[in-house]
């Protein structure tokens, strides 16, 4: 039997946003950072409520280099703490069995923008006439809705999507995004992630959620999609600031189709600069920004 070992610090959004790319190359499959603030009973508020404290979790394997892991990613953060304090870390060992169920206690339904509603397949609710349903189960993929730049990208597709548009979804995770696009009407959804279990976990949840016959899902990268010939009306993108710079470094503008549109989230205030310079770099123009508490997201288009 496998296990993990969880590392969890809660921290507010700048200082995670620095935890989550420092500690990416010791954890499997990313990291995952979620609202730590959102009470039960309080998701049906009308909008979701300001993330003040988030939790940054990973997980690497309990083996012989453990150890030397922990040692490391000490390390790390004692540099960061020169700059900036940081939370101290816990640690706890997960089953494998258990580790896609860790989280599952605090995860409950949440409202955003005029009519989404996020809810765990597990908990039943009553929606309104007009709400639009994401019924979730992210697995041992990323993504739940609870953290705010998941959030902002939600909130974006609300008002971005058009109806039968071509949309991708770059580093899909749970599927979320995509499977909201889909709802919102868009005509094919493109859902793309580097982990295999992201891919098969947004498939069964577009499944679950009626739209498996408008999203596609792959394993694949940047690079196998920009030497494909389609092309996209919006792209959105949720990873970290310093992947979408990498990535624009790249060619990442070259996906979206001349007079589409792209969202990029996952980026504290700080950032929305030097992420908008490496937009325009490759070729996109910022048009807009969207924030929540520390986290923003960019909107910008490509000129046809």
């Known amino acids: 039997m496998t296990h993990w070992i969880e590392i969890a610090l809660v921290a507010d959004g700048e200082a995670a946003e620095s935890i989550a790319q420092e500690l990416q190359p010791f954890c499997h499959q990313g990291i995952a950072i979620e609202q730590a603030d959102l009470e039960e009973g309080k998701w049906d508020d009308g909008e979701a409520p300001p993330a003040t404290r988030v939790i940054v979790r990973g997980y690497f394997p309990q083996n012989s280099q453990a150890e030397e892991t922990r040692l490391q990613i000490e390390r790390v953060l004692g540099y960061l703490n020169m700059m900036y304090p940081m ?70 597709l609300e008002t971005l999507v ?25 005509g094919k959804v493109v859902a793309v992630d580097i982990d295999d279990i992201a891919v098969a ?10 739209v498996g016959e408008k999203i596609t899902a792959f394993q ?8 494909s010939a389609r092309r996209y009306d919006l792209v959105v993108v949720n990873i970290l600031a ?7 470094e790249q060619g990442l503008g070259q996906l979206v189709r001349g ?36 986290w923003m997201l960019v909107e910008a288009y490509r000129p046809v």
């Open 87 to 156: 939370p101290t870390p816990t640690y706890r060992v997960v089953h494998e069995e258990d580790w896609a169920n860790t989280w599952k206690a605090h995860y409950q339904p949440v409202r955003l923008g005029k009519r989404l509603l996020i809810r765990p397949r597990w908990i039943d609710v009553t929606p309104a006439a007009d709400d639009l349903v994401i019924a979730l189960d992210p697995g041992m993929a990323f993504g739940t809705g609870t953290h705010p730049t998941t959030q902002l990208c939600l909130e974006a």
């Open 162 to 186: 058009k109806t039968g548009q071509d949309v991708l979804d770059l580093g899909c995770g749970s599927g979320i995004l995509a499977i909201a696009a889909a709802k919102l009407g868009a």
């Open 201 to 210: 976990v947004t498939l069964e949840n577009a499944a679950e959620n009626g």
């Open 220 to 227: 694949g990268s940047l690079e196998s999609l920009i030497t």
């Open 242 to 248: 310093k992947v979408i710079i990498q990535m624009c």
């Open 259 to 294: 007079g589409g549109k792209a969202i990029f989230s996952g980026l504290i205030a700080e950032q929305a600069d030097e992420v908008e310079a490496a937009l325009r770099a490759t070729g996109l123009v910022p048009i807009a920004r969207r924030q929540i508490s520390d």
